[in-house]
């Protein structure tokens, strides 16, 4: 028997500072790190982050607007690199109760809050960079939670799924300057779907809506969705992500399989993720990035 | 008091076929074209054209499918020139009983299936061309159904709108080699759906139930409704209409208005459409075309 390298490093290093919104990928993250041997510290942002799976991590609960509050607290626990994973929908100003900090940062909070999502989120980065904390992707503190190039399961794309893919990839690419379109659904070279803010569950249940009331008519398996960043895009906040959830919501749909970015693509719960797509019959590519036009 | 012009041309003419698909479009055609003193006849598509409407008009049934027959009874009737007109859904190949004439040209038809919208029809008119019938646009027939440019109803779109309209224009025009997306809705800089095969109705459905969710949360009406033709699209058979129906999706989705190209878009039932918008405080403006990039 081989003996287990040891992921710990020995020096103990400084915890990271984990902002958690909704969904699992931040618990899946968060324990990737601790397996590596760095401690983590959540701040789980109050409306978003699910309690009970909270609980058993070390945390602080950050309510919404508490900028110079998270800076303040990150720094005491002695952080100096922080992540921001999960979901947050836009909330409205006037249900956010802003701090000093907040409201002297408010200006320019509001100019990010115009554009869209990108503005938003790297004029965050920016602000907590400014305020000494280094803002990493989740992928550079856990790089094993990125989809690989190729296959990820038991099934192959066919030659018309591999041109569904390719005109998927060129409409995402076409549509970053408009800062939307994080995903398509691409079936016989037919754009049936594109995302905007609905979220990529959400139009997938559109496609399952309108394939039950005959609006899509193919007997069998058909069509693709395709993720990829939009270009441009802060890798840092705002990776396109699947999980098990994805491939629940491709099933639904009736479509072939899906198609991401290798290296640009975050999958949460891997080994479930793709346990679910062989059992469906679906398959689950990582295409390469340099594809894409960017 | 002056006397009424004389719409009625001297000579009889050829009567115009109009191939007749849902909705209440192709009937105002019909009263217009008939107001005009020329003779119609409706080839009322089964499953798709409403019965009760079709039937105080001189008309035939045609089934999906049944192309040979709609030439030859169109030359039989007369009829040298045909619109296309209503909505159809793509059906289902199988679900179509072919003769022997739509049988000749199947590779043909086949092909053009597999392309987006604008090869479908694109391709139909081609083969209605070569058979002898010219293929007219609704507005060639009877051109006050076309939005003229400025306001339509009362109330007019704020810098802000404008600004929101000037983007919804250009992601339109920049999707067009895609064959998607006639419409999209964009608030404050921020696009929040793109139209794909779901249809214009059912994406301002989705605007309003992500409003009711509070997934997006604007207090007062605000965000506009973007329509253009693709580029490259047949002016003759795939013009973007709108009508009273829209007026009431656009309230529901609680934006600000609608704009549309002027000289490119059908308005069913113009009259009622204003009143509603002036009702419920939408503006409504008809843009010059030459400000997209076709």
Not at 67 to 82: F, H, I, N, P, Q
């Amino acid at each position: 028997m081989t003996k287990e390298p040891r992921l710990e490093s020995a020096a103990p290093e400084a915890p990271l500072a984990i902002v958690c919104g909704g969904g699992s990928l931040p618990f899946a993250i968060a324990d990737a790190v601790t397996r590596r041997g760095r401690p983590i510290i959540l701040f789980a942002l109050r409306g978003f982050a699910d309690p009970e799976r909270v609980a058993p991590y070390p945390h602080h609960w950050l309510p919404l607007g508490k900028y110079g509050w998270l800076v303040r607290t990150a720094r005491k626990e002695g952080c100096r690199e922080m992540i921001l994973i999960g979901s947050v929908v836009r909330p409205a100003l006037s249900q956010v109760r802003l701090d000093f900090a907040t409201v002297r940062q408010l200006p320019r909070l509001v100019r990010i809050f115009r554009g869209g999502d990108n503005h938003l989120l790297s004029g965050l980065v920016q602000a907590l960079e400014q305020d000494g904390l280094r803002v990493l992707g989740a992928q550079e503190v856990a790089p094993e939670i990125l989809v690989p190039e190729g296959l990820l399961g038991a099934h192959a794309p066919s030659t018309r799924d591999r041109d569904d893919i390719t005109r998927g990839l060129a409409l995402i690419a076409t549509m970053g300057p408009f800062d939307v379109g994080q995903a398509a659904v691409v079936a016989n070279n037919h754009v049936l779907a594109i995302e905007a803010i609905e979220g990529t569950d959400e139009m997938l249940f559109r496609i399952a809506e309108l394939r039950r009331r005959g609006r899509i008519r193919a007997h069998e398996r058909s069509g693709v969705l395709i993720k990829a960043p939009k270009p441009g895009q802060d890798q840092r906040v705002d990776l396109p992500t699947i999980g098990p959830h994805t491939i629940e919501a491709v099933t639904g749909a009736g479509l072939a399989g899906l198609a991401v970015v290798a290296g640009e693509t975050i999958v949460a719960e891997a080994d479930r993720a793709v346990v679910a797509a062989d059992q469906a019959g679906l398959f689950v590519i990582g295409v390469p990035a340099h594809g894409s036009s960017r």
